[in-house]
């Protein structure tokens, strides 16, 4: 079946996801959304994009942008292709990172604009990551709120739509803003630290990497484990990156 077109922003600006394949962390420290949001820095004065918000959340990606120099697919080609070769190369894995292609949505008035820039930057508190958008470590909410800025983040559109000194109010307030999303679980039984540790401590892999090398005896007895101590389905394939039906399978 032929993939579906792209829908093209007039603006040029998009709503754009990323998620590893099969929901599996992308982010197993600080060095590697250091690494992205430096591979993010290269590409912005390759592409010459506009970044107005950015939220890395463990096994995906928020990105606020607009397309300028250089179209939207070749932007995003970029960060792939150099972010995914360094990580290999760290994990000694092969393959694919990301699953398919990345997902986007065009943003195209100035209200919607507000929407999900509020959405991206409230999406570690929605996750109970956090009480509040600017404790959040890896996102660009503290560009918008501090004298230090990173350098990264385009400021001046979201300013002229909310106002400065309106910003930190606006994005702390509760709402049901509504965004292209991937589906969201709902019901974790344990947080994914907690479930992380539980995962480290039993097998002995540090990383989703080490844990695919496992011996399929072996990866299925931690299976049943993982789920026996309380972690959900999903949890277990996010965080081991083990196909959901093969953990369905082996646990039930």
Not at 125 to 131: N, T
Not at 155 to 173: H, R, V
Not at 192 to 207: H, L
Request: proline letters at 3%; one cysteine or more; hydrophobic letters at 30%.
């Amino acid at each position: 079946m032929p993939r579906t077109a792209r829908e093209k922003s007039e603006s040029g600006i998009y709503h754009v996801m990323l998620r590893g394949v099969n929901k599996q962390q992308i982010f197993e420290d600080d060095e590697d959304c250091q690494k992205f949001l430096q591979v993010l820095k290269d590409c912005k004065e390759i592409c010459e994009f506009e970044l107005f918000a950015y939220c890395l959340m463990g096994n995906h990606i928020h990105l606020l942008l607009r397309a300028n120099k250089e179209p939207i697919e070749t932007v995003f080609k970029r960060i792939g292709s150099r972010f995914v070769y360094w990580y290999n190369i760290k994990y000694e894995r092969h393959g694919h990172l990301f699953q398919d292609r990345y997902k986007s949505e065009p943003v195209d008035d100035d209200n919607y604009f507000r929407v999900v820039l509020r959405y991206i930057l409230r999406n570690p508190v929605k996750a109970g990551l956090c009480k509040k958008p600017k404790d959040y470590k890896y996102s660009n909410c503290t560009d918008y709120l501090s004298q230090n800025q990173s350098g990264l983040t385009d400021t001046t559109l979201a300013f002229d739509l909310i106002g400065k000194s309106e910003f930190e109010n606006y994005i702390n307030t509760d709402n049901d803003d509504k965004c292209l999303e991937f589906e969201i679980q709902t019901t974790v039984r344990l947080t994914d630290e907690k479930a992380r540790k539980i995962i480290e401590k039993k097998s002995k892999c540090q990383n989703v990497a080490e844990f695919q090398e496992l011996p399929k005896d072996r990866r299925d007895k931690y299976l049943k484990y993982f789920k026996e101590k309380g972690l959900s389905i999903r949890q277990i394939s996010r965080l081991t990156g083990t196909p959901k039906g093969i953990v369905e399978r082996v646990v039930k």
